[in-house]
């Protein structure tokens, strides 16, 4: 025992200045922005999006232009293919980054998405971003339509490349800014508005002016339920899982130390 007991501090010597180390670097600011940083274990639709936005972005960059515009094409939310393949439509277009430029969206990701799926988990994240994407692609392509049927805009229209994820961002925008307090959400929401109409204003596209609005108010009507989620309490197994496994890091630590554990159950 006695013997254990001076290996269990030799050990701990030994690893002594790394972990102080590591306490150091995880005090303060940095520790703060540390927790932030997406990771595949905090945020894995986060990184999984970006790697798939990513590979499609050097793509663009890479492969025959001629190639990547049919499979851009194919991919299009646009009114005739929302019409013919809607289902491909819908999930085609939020794979591409209008421009092939995903840099922007990788800030765009981590300060939207990221802090979303922090809070309300992988599933539910992807469940707003995907609920963004798709009613602000059939309300403006649906703004679209009616515009061409009331002959305020050419048939063409209809045939006009939409792809991007910038729905998706905003809606994730609009529901994580449910989670602030008051004094930084006021300041969020005006600022996602005023970026919103500068784009209406230099753009002038219908596309835009009716989706990126919808995305982010679609984002805000979630607040109701993804608060409702935050407040439920967690099921019975889930906590007895987490305290049998408490335990057992427990008792191992107290193995090495050269204790006797007491009976884990």
């Not at 670097?25 to 990184?47: H, K, M, S």
């Not at 999006?49 to 190639?67: E, H, I, K, M, N």
């Not at 449910?178 to 005023?194: H, I, K, N, Q, T």
């Not at 630590?253 to 009976?263: E, I, L, N, T, W």
């Amino acid at each position: 025992m006695a013997g254990l007991r001076r290996d269990a501090v030799g050990r701990a010597l030994a690893r002594a200045p790394y972990g102080m180390l590591r306490r150091g670097l995880r005090g303060g600011a940095f520790e703060w922005l540390l927790e932030r940083v997406p990771t595949p274990r905090r945020t894995p639709f986060t990184i999984g999006y970006l790697v798939v936005v990513g590979a499609t972005s050097t793509l663009t960059r890479l492969a025959d232009p001629q190639l990547v515009q049919r499979w851009q094409e194919a991919s299009s939310s646009d009114g005739h293919n929302l019409l013919q393949h809607p289902l491909r439509a819908l999930v085609l277009s939020g794979v591409w980054v209008a421009g092939g430029d995903w840099v922007p969206y990788l800030w765009g990701f981590a300060l939207t998405l990221a802090p979303l799926e922090r809070r309300v988990g992988p599933a539910r994240a992807a469940a707003v971003f995907a609920i963004g994407h798709v009613a602000a692609t059939l309300l403006s392509q649906g703004a679209v339509i009616i515009a061409v049927e009331a002959g305020r805009m050419a048939p063409e229209a209809m045939d006009r490349l939409d792809v991007g994820v910038s729905y998706g961002v905003f809606a994730c925008l609009g529901a994580a800014a449910g989670a602030l307090p008051r004094s930084a959400r006021v300041p969020v929401l005006v600022g996602a508005g005023l970026m919103i109409a500068q784009q209406i204003a230099t753009g002038k596209d219908l596309v835009t002016a009716v989706g990126h609005p919808a995305a982010l108010l679609t984002g805000m009507a979630l607040w109701p339920w993804l608060r409702r989620i935050e407040r439920r309490p967690p099921r019975p197994g889930i906590r007895s899982a987490r305290a049998r496994a408490v335990g057992v890091a427990s008792a191992a630590a107290m193995v090495r130390a050269g204790a006797r554990p007491s009976a884990v159950r």
